[in-house]
């Protein structure tokens, strides 16, 4: 019998590109099918995946250095405080009921010197906007409106999440853009490009589907163990529609 690996993607590469030390070893929360560790496995990291789903496990078991079954609901019971350099998280806080247990846990494992690297889709992108504007807030199988999202979350509302559970903001980016269509197949790219880039950076909360942060547990920052990163581009995660 096979499983439909249903979170079988690409990456997340606007994620991963914010990461700004050298390799060592990653948690990936809610690895999947093994995308982002086969990412970071090819940047030279050494990556340890959690997975809720069997039929993930085994296929992320070929693109990560160790794979746990766990419910991550119920924390991180198996790494020990400080064990890794780098957790990822991408979009894996929405499916909790409650995000902060994990949010600490992950401040947990966390070394010094180490990142947390956060993705989280926006609720208050255009295409939600304009369905919940005609009183429509339908779930599907995938996406922002994920079947499986039990909490929602705008641009400005993710960094409030981070911030308020103990961790400083080191940068921020997002993805999506401005909604050409079928401009786009006779726009240069990089006139396109430049269009996606200005409505990132002036209205994230309208024109951005996911919100990237990476970030690092305040109480190391205060106590000086992490040198001062070069200034995040505050002004995508900022603004607001």
Known sequence: MTTDL?????????????VDI????????????????????ERGWRVTGVTLDPAELAAAAA????????????????????????????HILEHLVDPA?????????L???GRIAVALPNVAHFRQRAQHLVGRFDY???????????RFFTVVTARRLLEDNGLTVLAVGASGGLPLWRSRQWLPDSLAARADRWALETRPNLFAWQSVFLVTDARTRSAGAIPSPTPANDETAAASS
């Open 6 to 18: 249903r979170y079988r993607n690409a990456g997340n590469p606007a994620l991963l590109d914010l």
């Open 22 to 41: 050298p390799p060592g070893r990653a948690l990936d929360c809610g690895c999947g099918a093994g995308d982002n560790a086969r990412r970071l496995r």
């Open 63 to 90: 693109e990560c250095e160790t794979i746990k079954l766990a419910d991550l609901a119920n924390g991180l019971p198996f790494a020990a405080d400080g064990s890794f350099d780098l957790v990822l998280l991408s």
């Open 101 to 109: 247990p994990l949010l600490a846990e992950a401040r947990r494992v």
């Open 111 to 113: 070394a010094p010197g």
């Open 140 to 150: 599907t199988e995938t996406g922002v409106m994920d079947s499986t999202h039990v």
